[in-house]
């Protein structure tokens, strides 16, 4: 479009007059150009800007991409070792909670046997019956032998230390 102005502007301007009635639409197209040049540079402008504003756009997002993607991966790898250290702490706890349960249960049997031999229980009806029945049959029992050996016994003797007489006064 310039160029097409500097030629146009150079042929008017030439001195021989051969073109002079074409004098008046000579200024409408030279016009019509500059208009046209003019919208055409006032939209280079605003296209060169709007890319501009682009450009620093892209550039501070991929700033803040690459800083953002800096501290994830560092995020990743402390929680890596995180995790990792959890792991094992977790195994080492699991380890003395095992330790520990065994110790508890071995407590809680001596425990339970020591009530056994300690702690009294109190009979059943059916536990003291038996008992006093035995113990009923043992005294009968004891009863008869003795009953049987009263009759073995002498009931006085005529002599009760070796060579004396007891006399009887009448």
Same mark, same amino acid.
């Given at each position: 479009?310039?160029?097409?102005?500097?030629?146009?502007?150079?042929?008017?301007?030439?001195?021989?007059?051969?073109? &002079?009635?074409?004098?008046?639409?000579?200024?409408? /197209?030279?016009?019509? +150009?500059?208009?046209?040049?003019?919208?055409?540079?006032?939209?280079?402008?605003?296209?060169?800007? /709007?890319?501009?504003?682009?450009?620093?756009?892209?550039?501070?997002?991929?700033?803040?991409?690459? /800083?953002?993607?800096?501290?994830?991966?560092?995020?990743?790898?402390?929680?890596?070792?995180?995790?990792? &250290?959890?792991?094992?702490?977790?195994?080492?706890?699991?380890?003395?909670?095992?330790?520990?349960? &065994?110790?508890?249960?071995?407590?809680?049997?001596?425990?339970?046997?020591?009530?056994?031999?300690?702690?009294?229980?109190?009979?059943?009806?059916?536990?003291?019956?038996?008992?006093?029945? %035995?113990?009923? %049959?043992?005294?009968?029992?004891? +009863?008869? /032998? +003795?009953?049987?050996?009263?009759?073995?016994?002498?009931?006085?003797?005529?002599?009760?230390?070796?060579?004396?007489?007891?006399?009887? %006064?009448?």
């Amino acid at each position: 479009v310039k160029l097409a102005l500097k030629v146009l502007r150079e042929y008017y301007a030439k001195a021989d007059k051969a073109h &002079s009635a074409e004098g008046g639409s000579s200024t409408g /197209i030279i016009g019509t +150009l500059e208009v046209v040049e003019s919208d055409f540079s006032k939209g280079l402008a605003e296209m060169i800007a /709007i890319e501009e504003s682009a450009a620093a756009s892209y550039d501070t997002e991929s700033k803040e991409n690459a /800083i953002e993607k800096v501290t994830k991966e560092q995020d990743v790898t402390y929680k890596t070792k995180e995790s990792a &250290s959890l792991d094992k702490a977790v195994a080492d706890l699991t380890s003395d909670r095992a330790g520990v349960q &065994s110790e508890l249960d071995a407590v809680l049997e001596y425990l339970e046997k020591l009530k056994e031999q300690c702690v009294a229980k109190p009979e059943t009806y059916e536990e003291r019956k038996g008992r006093r029945e %035995a113990e009923l %049959a043992g005294l009968k029992e004891a +009863l008869k /032998i +003795l009953d049987g050996e009263a009759v073995l016994l002498q009931k006085s003797s005529r002599r009760t230390l070796r060579g004396t007489h007891h006399h009887i %006064a009448a």
